[in-house]
C-alpha cells in the first residue's frame, strides 16, 4: 500500500538503521514508532512481510536495483532530502594508470556540481554517518539550488536552509551552507 509518512497511523512501527531517515520520519509524524532495522534490503523487506514492521525507509536505488517487485511511496527528495552525495558514483584510478590517462580527457557531467554541492554540504558540517543531515542539490540550468537540513535525534527540531549559486561557486556556497547547519546541530547533539 502507498503511503507518505505523515499519513501513517498512530503507533505504527516503522523500520530504519538511518538516523537521518528517523529523524525525518519523526520530524512529519511524530506518533509513529521507529525501531532499528537491520539486515541487506531482502532480510528488511521479509521482515516487513512478516509484518514485524509496519513500513520501512529504504532505499529506493536499492530496490531498483534489487529488481524488488514491491509497492512503495518514492518520497520527494526536497521533503525527505537524502544523505549527502547518496547515489554517485565515481571512478579513482592510480595516477598515471592506463585508467586514469583514459579519464584524464573526460569532461565532468553537467551534474558534477550538484554532487560536489552535496558534499560541499557534508564537508561544510564536519558531519559523519550518526548525524542526522540530508541534501539536495538540483541543477535548475543557470543555478544550482542546495537544500540542506539538520535535525535533532528525536526530529522534534530541525533546521532547513537553501541557497541558489551560479555551478562554479556552488561548492563554496554548499560548504558555507553545511558550515551553518553544523553550528545549529551542535545545539541539538
Known amino acids: 500500500m502507498k503511503v507518505e509518512p505523515w499519513e501513517l497511523k498512530p503507533g505504527s512501527i516503522v523500520g530504519t538503521s538511518s538516523a537521518r531517515r528517523k529523524a525525518l520520519i519523526q520530524h512529519y ?3 509513529v514508532d521507529v525501531k532499528n532495522l537491520r539486515g541487506n534490503l531482502d532480510t528488511r523487506l521479509a521482515k516487513l512481510e512478516k509484518g514485524i514492521y509496519d513500513a520501512i525507509l529504504a532505499s529506493e536505488a536499492g530496490l531498483i536495483r534489487l529488481g524488488a517487485d514491491v509497492e512503495y511511496t518514492p ?3 526536497r521533503l525527505f532530502p537524502p544523505a549527502p552525495g547518496q547515489g554517485f558514483i565515481a571512478v579513482v584510478a592510480r595516477e598515471n594508470s592506463p585508467i586514469a590517462r583514459k579519464l584524464s580527457g573526460v ?8 554532487a560536489l554541492a552535496e558534499k560541499g554540504v557534508l564537508e561544510g558540517a564536519r558531519a559523519g554517518c550518526r548525524t542526522p543531515i540530508g541534501a539536495y542539490a538540483e541543477d535548475l540550468g543557470s543555478v544550482v539550488r542546495i537544500t540542506g537540513v539538520v535535525l535533532s535525534p528525536d526530529g522534534s527540531h530541525s533546521f532547513w536552509a537553501s541557497v541558489d549559486a551560479s555551478r562554479e561557486e556552488s561548492l ?18
Open 29 to 31: 509524524n511524530r506518533n
Open 107 to 114: 569532461e565532468p557531467p553537467q551534474w558534477w556540481a550538484v
Open 75 to 77: 518520497l520527494d527528495p
Open 172 to 189: 563554496s556556497a554548499a560548504i558555507s551552507l553545511g558550515r551553518r547547519l553544523s553550528g545549529v546541530a551542535r545545539e541539538w547533539l
